[in-house]
């Protein structure tokens, strides 16, 4: 089974930075792509953004310019590099293999106004 531990979440007020990271074991994770998704309260997940195992990146339209996603295949992790956050994107952010497997736990980021 696919092991996924995010971290680096909290409490920032708006207009902040976080990064986020996703150490992945019980994959070959270099020959995977990887995505992020997030969930807010009340809302169903949704996809942010991925990098493919050869280091092509896709975000989505509503973080595009400030989110960026990249890899370490070194180490297995995943990042999430989150700049001039909006209270709008608090939620509590996943990272996943893609095909998506078993989901970890996720990592709470909080936005204040």
């Known amino acids: 089974q696919v092991e996924l531990a995010e971290s680096g979440g909290g409490l920032v007020q708006a207009g902040g930075s976080l990064r986020l990271s996703c150490v992945v074991s019980?994959?070959?994770?270099?020959?995977?792509?990887m995505g992020w998704y997030r969930q807010a309260p009340g809302k169903q997940r949704e996809f942010i953004a991925r990098?493919?195992?050869?280091?092509?990146?896709l975000h989505d339209a509503s973080v595009k310019g400030r989110f960026t996603i990249s890899r370490d295949d070194a180490v297995n992790t995943v990042y999430l590099q989150m700049s001039r956050l909006k209270p709008e994107d608090t939620a509590v952010y996943y990272c996943n293999l893609i095909p998506n497997v078993n989901w970890g736990q996720g990592t709470q980021v909080t936005v204040s106004s």
């Open positions: 990098i493919s195992s050869s280091g092509f990146r």
């Open positions: 019980g994959s070959i994770f270099s020959t995977n792509d």
